[in-house]
């Protein structure tokens, strides 16, 4: 059953609506009057089920444990368009985030892609692993073979201020 049946049989939760409004400190969710410039300007609109101003109306009404529960808020590229694009400060992007925060504190699956850049940037401070480039002969260099620097490890204490970035977003 897809996303958008499911929400036709679901009821709006209040008290989940509050949990996100307090996660959104100072955005203004309220205000969202279905412009649809977010929408329009969205880099993953073919991949969302629901259009960035139809996930914030459902939140809106109090929709929240089934968007908590889905898919779909994992599937927002994080461009922050919906950011610059939004007139009354009640981006999307915002929204998707705190719904992703409530999901991981309900122990939601997490998508594996998102574990994995975790554990890299706690691992090495970078959101990419390092590459290899090939070469026209096509041979395969990494960065000590190209006689580049090392890359530093993060510095002490990174992981516990990384960690606690994460928990207050
Ligand atoms: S979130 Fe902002 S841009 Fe999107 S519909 Fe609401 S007011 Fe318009
Ligand atoms: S941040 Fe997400 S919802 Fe907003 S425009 Fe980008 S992909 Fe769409």
């Known amino acids: 059953m897809g996303l958008t049946d499911l929400m036709s049989m679901a009821k709006p939760n209040l008290e989940s609506r509050e949990k996100i409004l307090r996660k959104l400190r100072g955005r203004e969710l309220i205000n969202c009057f279905q412009c649809i410039k977010c929408t329009s300007g969205c880099t993953a609109l073919k991949l969302l089920e629901l259009k960035p101003h139809e996930i914030e109306k459902l939140v809106n009404f109090g929709f929240v444990d089934e968007l908590a529960a889905s898919d779909i808020i994992w599937t927002c590229v994080t461009c922050l368009k919906c950011v610059q694009r939004c007139p009354q400060k009640a981006s999307p992007y915002h929204v998707i985030v705190a ?7 309900r122990e939601a699956k997490v998508p594996e892609a998102f574990m994995k850049a975790v554990s890299q940037i706690l691992e090495t401070g970078l959101a990419e692993a390092y590459q290899k480039v090939t070469t026209r002969k096509m041979e395969v260099c990494d960065r000590e073979s190209l006689k580049l620097p090392k890359i530093p490890a993060p510095k002490e204490g990174f992981q516990a201020v990384f960690l606690k970035a994460l928990e207050e977003r």
Do not use: K, P, Q, S
């Open 99 to 105: 719904l992703r925060n409530l999901a991981v504190e």
